[in-house]
């Protein structure tokens, strides 16, 4: 069976710091990899995706993949209050699985 | 572009009905992927329909169905609900297969 785990948290930073969320994953075949910002009450929204090992910037936003170790991860740069936010991975192999989600504090 | 729509918003039925929940993709998207999210099991996947066929089932009963018109809308149907049917249903499009845009949802709440 297809997991992606993340850690649920939350994971409380202060304003202006840098979060990290990280995501492990089960099947070696996932060849897309996807994180997602859910704030409550709202549906998904697609942030950032990565095809291949590396970093892949957007912004304040960048994805780490490393397909040797399964994991995934982003990093965001000077969080914001906005930020705060349920951070999903998704990983895709013919269909998409979702971890559950690791939620962020951004204090003032 | 206008975004993928879903109707109706929220919903209330009682066990043992059945309802149907439809999704309209971003223009040009012809894949739409349905799936339920609750508190305890995070976002699950029910099924993926492509040019009016079905690509991809999740693990979910049979009383979970599906369907995909010409025009790309989508819709699903759950019969005879039971209390657990409660959740969040997101459909979402896509322009192939990988990058997925979702709707706002519809809340199912069964009683």
């Known amino acids: 069976q297809k997991e992606v785990e993340q850690n649920s948290g939350p994971l409380s930073v202060p304003e202006g710091a840098i979060a990290s969320l990280n995501c492990t994953y089960s099947d070696r075949g996932s060849q897309s990899f996807f994180w997602y910002r859910q704030y409550s009450g709202k549906s998904p929204e697609l942030i950032m995706s990565?095809?291949?090992?590396g970093d892949k910037e957007d912004g304040r936003f960048t994805a780490q993949l490393n397909k040797a170790s399964q994991y995934v991860s982003l990093l965001i740069r000077d969080s914001q209050p906005s930020d705060s936010a349920t951070y999903l991975c998704a990983v895709s192999h013919s269909t998409l699985t979702f971890g559950k989600g690791t939620m962020l504090l951004v204090s003032p | 572009k206008a975004g993928v729509t879903q109707t109706p918003r929220y919903l209330i039925k009682t066990r043992g009905q059945q309802v149907t929940l439809s999704c309209s993709p971003i223009s040009g998207h012809r894949s739409v992927s349905w799936y339920q999210q609750t508190p305890g099991q995070g976002l699950q996947f029910l099924f993926e329909?492509?040019?009016?066929?079905?690509?991809n089932k999740g693990n979910f009963p049979g009383r979970f169905s599906g369907r995909q018109f010409s025009n790309s809308r989508s819709e699903m149907n759950v019969s005879t609900l039971e209390l657990g049917d409660s959740a969040l249903y997101l459909c979402?499009?896509?322009?192939?297969?990988?990058?997925?845009?979702f709707g706002p949802g519809t809340r199912l709440t069964v009683t």
């Open positions: 329909y492509f040019s009016e066929t079905q690509r």
């Open positions: 990565i095809y291949s090992n």
């Open positions: 979402a499009s896509s322009p192939a297969r990988d990058e997925q845009y």
